[in-house]
């Protein structure tokens, strides 16, 4: 069984920053790709950034050039940057691996963090 557990959501000003960490842990052999989910009140959860086990990058539109999404293999560990904070942005923000947990199997199972709300407001 594989866990992510979420840290560094809050409250924060408009035009802040925040940094939002997840950490796999569990029966792992290899985290493919990780990413960032998020889901307002009465919407759909939506990406907002995903990175390959390379570190190849792909961001939503709303958040590009205000946040970084970067990861650690080492630590089995995903971060998202995000500055310039906008009221908008205000969602519970789900981290996503896809694992291998055996290599004699090399199945692919997605995992989903138990979620980390982010409130931007004055």
């Known amino acids: 069984q594989v866990q992510l557990v979420e840290s560094g959501g809050g409250l924060v000003q408009p035009g802040g920053s925040l940094r939002l960490s997840c950490a796999a842990s569990?029966?792992?052999?290899?985290?493919?790709?990780m990413g960032w989910y998020r889901q307002a009140p009465g919407k759909e959860r939506e990406l907002v950034a995903s990175?390959?086990?390379?570190?190849?990058?792909n961001y939503a539109n709303s958040v590009k050039g205000r946040s970084t999404i970067s990861r650690d293999n080492a630590k089995s560990t995903v971060y998202l940057q995000m500055n310039s904070l906008k009221p908008e942005d205000t969602a519970v923000y789900y981290c996503?691996?896809?694992?291998?947990?055996?290599?004699?199997?090399?199945?692919?199972?997605?995992?989903w963090g138990q979620g980390t709300q982010v409130t931007v407001s004055s």
């Open positions: 996503n691996a896809r694992v291998i947990a055996s290599a004699d199997t090399m199945i692919t199972r997605n995992y």
């Open positions: 990175i390959t086990r390379g570190g190849i990058t």
């Open positions: 569990g029966t792992i052999f290899r985290i493919n790709d």
